[in-house]
């Protein structure tokens, strides 16, 4: 069922049944692996997890970077994703614009700092993670 909406909740993310995501935007988990992974510390995650990601024109994420390798996959729109290495805090690297058509998939290692910068328009993607995600295993940078 859909989060009930507010003046501020994109018509896409009703339609969609996604929620405002920690990083900016709005997301929802679609799909869980029923297969599972332990990891070398002892953590047990799925082998995957998949989610709808949503920038509304305008909207960005925060850098932020997760455990796991993370795939991006265009459906509408353009997302420009900025990398930020994986230091200890993020720096400004490359920036990767996808879209449906030139560049409709991107991988961003594991641990590698990531952000999106601001659209013209609306934009939904998903994200596929592996090892499946957890917000154990999610960082947000600290704004200094």
Not at 41 to 46: C, L
Not at 63 to 79: C, K, Q
Request: glycine fraction near 10%; proline fraction near 9%; charged fraction near 20%.
């Amino acid at each position: 069922m859909p989060p009930p909406s507010t003046p501020s909740t994109p018509a896409t993310a009703v339609r969609l049944g996604l929620e405002p995501h920690p990083e900016g935007g709005w997301y929802r988990r679609t799909w869980v692996s029923p297969e599972t992974v332990t990891l070398p510390d002892g953590r047990v995650r799925p082998t995957a997890t998949l989610i709808h990601f949503f920038l509304a024109a305008g909207e960005t994420s925060a850098w932020h970077r997760v455990a796991s390798d993370e795939v991006w996959l265009a459906h509408t729109g353009t997302v420009a994703l900025q990398r930020g290495g994986s230091a200890a805090k993020p720096t400004g690297g490359d920036v990767v614009v996808l879209d449906g058509e030139r560049q409709a998939q991107v991988v961003v290692a594991a641990g590698e700092w990531q952000r999106t910068l601001p659209g013209e328009a609306d934009a939904l993607v998903s994200c596929v993670v592996s090892p499946g995600f957890d917000f154990a295993d999610f960082e947000l940078a600290r704004r200094d």
